[in-house]
């Protein structure tokens, strides 16, 4: 189907389908309202980590809204999957279906699932769906990030299960869940605002559905879907066709020191269709960096996202024309019982940045990589203040990287992710711990026509003792890379200090950990310090060819000194005047083009 | 002296409504605005109304001024004074995107570049102890280098925690008013004691970029209308109260919706005194659609907006919902080959196809025209001629490309702008729970009346209210509005540890600073004081806010606040946790101060008059036109009742009325029309 018709897809009125769909997100958004306002943890409530969708009775998305690409990805599978394993005729009006197992096409286990069906004169006329990140799973450490060898260690897996029958708790469920986390009354809360959203969804359908009538509504989720597919066809039709392979390696799996993980990612474009092939990449690795099937078919379909154009509704019809190969048992397609936590924070947009590699064969609209980490750092013990136990998980924004059409925003969260910082003031409240500085990192790289934007740099003190550090981040060795000349951008810093300390050490050094960033087991007292620097993104095009002006605002920002707009950009800036010298600027860029190497 | 005035400066037109109060008399007049100097159009609606100013005593102004100033991005250089280490909260923001797959957005520019962002060695901690004094002599020398380094013209000040302990940005003030005095200061637990340091940051800052601006047009204003012998000068805020024009120098922020709030209130005070129960009020204008939920008459606030993506202005504000939907609102064709309405607008100039300005692209006008919905026989009293064919002209690629009809594109144009409006409609009335099919539409704005009773029936609700002056109504608003101020102090407290004194004394202190206040604005009576609490359960970050009692509060007060919101919280969100704990979070104060009651003015009842044309419209494609009668908005006595189809057309506004609309005139000259027929 090569058509770019979109209206023959149409078979309802085009008028009445724009608004069906806009109730859809609409309603998706309306999810998401009401889960940062009654969940407990600020994974949720501040960091949104969270994303609702709705699927059709096809058990097919129909909408979503701008929340967490890896987790939307994964659910196209596991919500058919947990369907399945219930069995539509085994479900009842007010049942909800829960699982969080990563072998069965989740993410990752910290990755909470449920699924209700609405049910309209007797049969399931679509699904409401919300994929939320809980800060505790139990497990070896606290927020479920480290360096875990096995799914054992990371905590509490369920399968699909019914954790709602009729509207009522299933008691045994909640119990099994509540026992085996550290922060039991957080969890409880976050599953109910959970399943309150799904709540919430269902009545919005019902008002859509009696409104129009099934019929009616059915048709529209077809079109809904239909018109989609055709829009991403015709995308995918105007590249020319061909095999464009890249590969890439993730630095280190937290286990085995120093041993990078490569992915190897093949896109094969034939006609309006598009395989993503990774046959060739490494096998499972003894960490946690491994993917689920699901985290890597959701970052093939997050990369393909990201080079389409950004009107196309997003649902089920965006993901028709994509297939993935995966092989199982490898990086890419964990076996169980291998452990898989970081796949979906850290080797996901790795992957994502692997396949906008393969894109810029082709396409000038790709970008160098990013940040490359979701900076996952989990803080638990018990806070002094109130004698009960905590569990948090840190996110973190990282530098993008620079694009055709500017430079890579600064501090954003990384492309598997749409999450927000929790406020210093929110954090200090809920937490033992102090944030000392939170601020741009101006570090030297990432260079280019348009440049990585900057990561951030934070300084933590702790405010009790016992407090356990565990970390699932990257990019302390192998930096983001810059695209058609751009210069690669800088790393990833995590570094302790005792109290009274003046020297910052690495978890390898200091705490004997396989990894800078992949660790678990640091134990910080009262008044330790811990330093948290995210990394900037990799630069596009030859740094020569920057536009002076914005190599004079960056130097006006104070994010870069006179000295590197000189022998980085070739722009000699008077700084006595704040005024670029044109002709010492043509000069130095002469000279350092006739260096070439030299620089 | 007997004269009070409401004047709204819109984008396009500067309404002034005027309320006689020896006669009871109401009167309105429009004049083209002034965007170079608004104050020139304010002072001529005083002279086409035909109005000494000498007689005014009371003018209230509603502006958007502050609006066209943020969005134009034409305020003040500022500088912002942050906590040390913390110098890059605007540029750091909340570090989310709107789009998740987006690989080109370029996030926003806040309004200070980084090199006028600066850190000042101080700490507050979350209880108000303090870890770092404030360092007075970096201090100083901060504040000096900006002074001797030129251009600043207003600082912003936001230190971490500040709305728990304000010393060190008090001290700050003292400090930029000794070393460099007439600087324009904002500190953000004046302007936002609230926590989340990023919104009240951004906040804060948006307040001292609109401050040099805000304050050179108030005291403008204010000098004119002294020297004009007007006696009192008031303005519309953001919230729907008013402030004298001299606290609304101090802080500009409060006035960035200060013109659609007018309109808000003039709903609310027309549902109050009709006793129309829950009011959706809808203000559709040239370029914009403004929706706002009133439940039992009250707005709807929030203090969740942004500017744009990423830039909040964390105020409370009445919580309406602005889309680019409006008459001149362009109409287009996607990639899909899906028919788009707005948000780009033909604007004033060229305008619609049929102002016969040069315009050519379609636009929602446009397509009422050419139905027969919008004639030319009364808009600004025949001063703005329609031309038909042009219209016609400018949808035909549109009817080509889809290979539908004129009429039948005309249709979808008006169709998809009524869907879109219904959508920012449900929007601000579903995120809270509500049903919306009990409430009464309250249509106004140039263009609201036309498209009114389809709305309606987009969001099934059976009544629509057109009030007398709908193009007005937003100027007859900032007449009606109350003198509101807020107060909030967060002050963190678990239930089941009430510490009753200290609740006691917080509402106190808040009421002391309300009562001070009102004195300062000239009141002589006390003004009513709505008391509130942010309430959560413990662990949960967001709140909801429950109403308390006036007086001495007991145990038992606060059990029923318990009470209170377990209820809300099912209503709102599906479910509630009974037993669990909850928490205390922010006091609220809000007090009102009534100025005096404008008495609606009461219309003779009378036989319904002669239409005074007829003629064919089109209120389905599929149905062809209709002929229809064609009334003049004043020739509509009380009691008189009219059956749709039928068009009410007046110098400000076009009501239409499809079949199967009954509409009754009462008393007052508004317009009640029952969508579906007679109730």
């Known amino acids: ?599 | 002296m007997s004269v009070r005035v409401g004047v709204d400066t819109g984008g396009t037109f500067t309404d002034l409504v005027l309320f006689d109060e020896d006669t009871g008399e109401l009167r309105m007049s429009k004049v083209l605005s002034t965007p170079s100097r608004p104050s020139r159009a304010v002072f001529d609606s005083f002279a086409k109304a035909g109005l000494d100013t000498h007689d005014i005593a009371y003018f209230v102004h509603g502006t958007t001024v502050a609006t066209n100033a943020l969005i134009e991005r034409k305020g003040a250089e500022v500088a912002l004074l942050t906590t040390d280490g913390f110098r890059d909260i605007l540029r750091i923001q909340r570090v989310t995107r709107p789009n998740h797959f987006d690989l080109h957005w370029v996030k926003p520019r806040h309004f200070v570049p980084r090199s006028r962002c600066i850190g000042v060695p101080e700490r507050v901690l979350r209880d108000g102890s303090v870890l770092v004094p404030l360092d007075e002599q970096r201090l100083r020398e901060e504040i000096e280098r900006l002074r001797d380094g030129g251009g600043v013209a207003a600082v912003a000040v936001s230190y971490l925690f500040s709305f728990v302990n304000p010393e060190h940005e008090l001290r700050t003030r003292e400090l930029i008013d000794e070393l460099w005095p007439g600087t324009r200061v904002s500190l953000s637990h004046e302007v936002l004691p609230r926590w989340r340091e990023y919104e009240r940051t951004s906040t804060t800052v948006l307040d001292a970029y609109l401050k040099p601006l805000m304050h050179d047009y108030m005291a403008g204003l204010e000098e004119e209308c002294e020297r004009g012998g007007i006696g009192q000068l008031l303005v519309l805020r953001s919230n729907g109260g008013v402030m004298s024009a001299d606290r609304a120098r101090e802080q500009p922020v409060a006035l960035v919706r200060s013109g659609p709030s007018g309109g808000i209130m003039a709903t609310a005070a027309l549902g109050k005194a009709l006793e129309l129960g829950d009011l959706i009020a809808c203000d559709m204008g040239g370029t914009s659609f403004e929706a706002c939920l009133l439940p039992a008459s009250e707005p709807a606030f929030t203090n969740l907006e942004e500017l744009e993506y990423g830039v909040p202005i964390a105020l409370t504000m009445v919580d309406a919902r602005a889309i680019g939907a409006g008459g001149g609102s362009l109409a287009w064709v996607d990639a899909a080959r899906i028919l788009k309405v707005g948000p780009q607008s033909a604007g004033a100039d060229p305008g619609p196809a049929c102002y016969g300005r040069g315009g050519t692209e379609p636009t929602v006008t446009d397509a009422n025209v050419h139905l027969g919905r919008l004639t030319a026989d009364f808009l600004l009293a025949g001063d703005l001629a329609l031309d038909a064919d042009a219209a016609a002209r400018a949808l035909e690629p549109l009817a080509e490309r889809l290979g539908l009809s004129r009429e039948r594109v005309a249709q979808g144009i008006v169709d998809v702008a009524n869907n879109n409006m219904a959508q920012a409609l449900r929007l601000v009335s579903t995120d809270r729970g509500y049903d919306t099919r009990g409430s009464t539409l309250v249509a106004y704005g140039g263009a609201g009346p036309l498209h009114a009773c389809e709305l309606a029936r987009a969001l099934r609700i059976q009544t629509v209210l057109v009030p007398r002056y709908p193009g007005a109504f937003s100027a007859f608003g900032a007449l009606l509005a109350d003198t509101r101020f807020d107060y909030t102090q967060t002050s963190w407290m678990r239930l089941r540890q009430l510490d009753l004194e200290r609740a006691n004394d917080l509402f106190a202190s808040l009421e002391g600073r309300a009562l001070d206040d009102f004195r300062r604005e000239g009141f002589t009576e006390a003004p009513r004081l709505v008391r509130s609490i942010d309430v959560r359960y413990v662990g949960q970050n967001w709140e909801l806010t429950v109403s308390m009692p006036g007086g001495e509060l007991t145990r038992a007060d606060f059990e029923q606040a318990a009470q209170t919101f377990g209820e809300e919280h099912e209503r709102f969100y599906g479910y509630s946790i009974p037993g669990e704990e909850l928490e205390l979070l922010t006091f609220n104060v809000a007090a009102v101060g009534t100025r005096h009651t404008v008495e609606l003015p009461r219309i003779e009842t009378g036989p319904a008059p002669e239409p005074i044309a007829r003629r064919p419209v089109v209120f389905r494609a599929d149905d062809g036109p209709v002929e229809t009668a064609v009334y003049r908005r004043e020739s509509l006595l009380a009691g008189v009742e009219l059956a749709g189809p039928a068009i009410v057309g007046q110098v400000d506004a076009t009501t239409l009325l499809p079949p199967g609309a009954v509409a009754r005139v009462d008393e007052h000259a508004n317009l009640l029309i029952q969508v579906e027929g007679a109730a």
């Open chain 1, 1 to 599: 189907m090569t058509t770019t018709d979109v209206n023959s897809a149409i078979r309802t009125d085009p008028f009445l389908l724009e608004i069906v769909r806009n109730h859809l997100i609409t309603t998706c958004k309306e999810m998401g309202i009401a889960m940062m306002r009654t969940s407990y943890s600020p994974m949720f409530n501040e960091a949104l980590d969270f994303s609702c969708v709705v699927f059709d009775g096809q058990e097919e998305m129909i909408a979503q809204a701008p929340f967490v690409p890896a987790q939307i990805g994964s659910t196209v599978h596991v919500v058919p999957t947990a369907i399945a394993e219930i069995g539509v005729e085994n479900l009842r009006p007010g049942d909800v279906v829960f699982t969080n197992d990563p072998y069965r096409s989740n993410c990752h286990l910290p990755e909470f699932v449920v699924v209700k069906p609405y049910f309209h004169e007797g049969k399931v006329l679509a699904y409401t769906a919300n994929i939320a990140h809980m800060t505790d799973v139990g497990g070896m450490v606290p927020a479920a990030f480290g360096d875990h060898q096995n799914i054992f260690q990371e905590g509490i897996r369920f399968p699909p299960v019914k954790i709602y029958e009729e509207d009522r708790e299933v008691e045994s469920i909640f119990k099994i869940l509540i026992s085996n986390v550290r922060t039991p009354k957080h969890s409880y809360g976050d599953m109910k605002a959970m399943i309150g959203s799904l709540y919430l969804a269902e009545r919005r359908l019902a008002e859509l559905v009696e409104r129009y009538g099934t019929d009616t509504f059915v048709q529209c989720c077809e079109d809904i879907k239909d018109v989609s597919e055709r829009l991403m066809r015709a995308e995918i039709a105007s590249w020319p066709d061909g095999e464009y392979q890249a590969s890439g390696e993730l630095e280190d799996d937290g286990v085995v020191p120093d041993r990078p993980w490569k992915i190897n990612g093949t896109v094969v474009i034939r006609d309006d269709e598009l395989i993503v092939d990774f046959t060739g990449s490494d096998p499972q690795c003894f960490g946690p960096a491994n993917q689920t099937f699901g985290t890597t078919a959701s970052a093939a379909y997050n990369a393909v996202l990201h080079m389409v154009r950004s009107d196309i509704p997003y649902n089920h019809g965006c993901y028709r024309p994509i297939s993935v190969i995966a092989p199982p048992g490898s990086f890419v397609n964990v076996s169980y019982p291998a452990s898989c936590t970081g796949g979906n924070s850290d080797t996901h947009p790795t992957t994502v940045d692997i396949l906008l590699k393969a894109f810029s064969q082709f396409s000038e609209r790709s970008s160098a990589a990013d940040g490359g980490t979701c900076g996952c750092i989990g803080f638990g013990g018990e806070d002094p203040r109130t004698r009960e136990p905590y569990a948090h998980l840190h996110l973190e924004g990282v530098g993008w990287g620079g694009r055709d059409d500017a430079d890579g925003n600064d501090a954003q969260f990384v492309k598997n992710g749409n999450c927000a910082n929790t406020p210093v003031e929110v954090a200090e409240t809920r937490y033992p711990f102090l944030n000392l500085e939170y601020q741009l990192e101006p570090g030297r790289g990432g260079y280019g026509r348009h440049r990585g934007g900057y990561g951030t740099r934070r300084i933590f003190r702790f405010l009790s003792d016992g407090v356990q550090i565990s970390s699932h981040t990257n990019r302390h060795r192998v930096r983001a890379w810059g695209l058609f000349g751009g210069e690669d951008g800088t790393n990833t810093v995590i570094g302790f200090r005792r109290n009274g300390e003046t020297e910052w050490v690495r978890a390898r050094e200091a705490f004997g950990c396989a990894s800078y960033g992949k660790f678990s087991g640091v134990v910080m007292n009262d008044g330790d310090e811990m330093l948290f620097v995210t990394p900037s993104g990799g630069g596009y095009g030859d740094a020569l060819e920057r536009d002076p002006a914005l190599v004079l605002l960056d130097w006006r920002d104070e994010l870069l000194s006179a000295e590197d707009a000189r022998e980085v950009y070739g722009v000699v800036i008077d700084e006595a005047s704040g005024q670029i010298d044109g002709a010492a600027t043509d000069a130095r860029r002469e000279e350092l083009r006739a260096g070439g190497e030299s620089r």
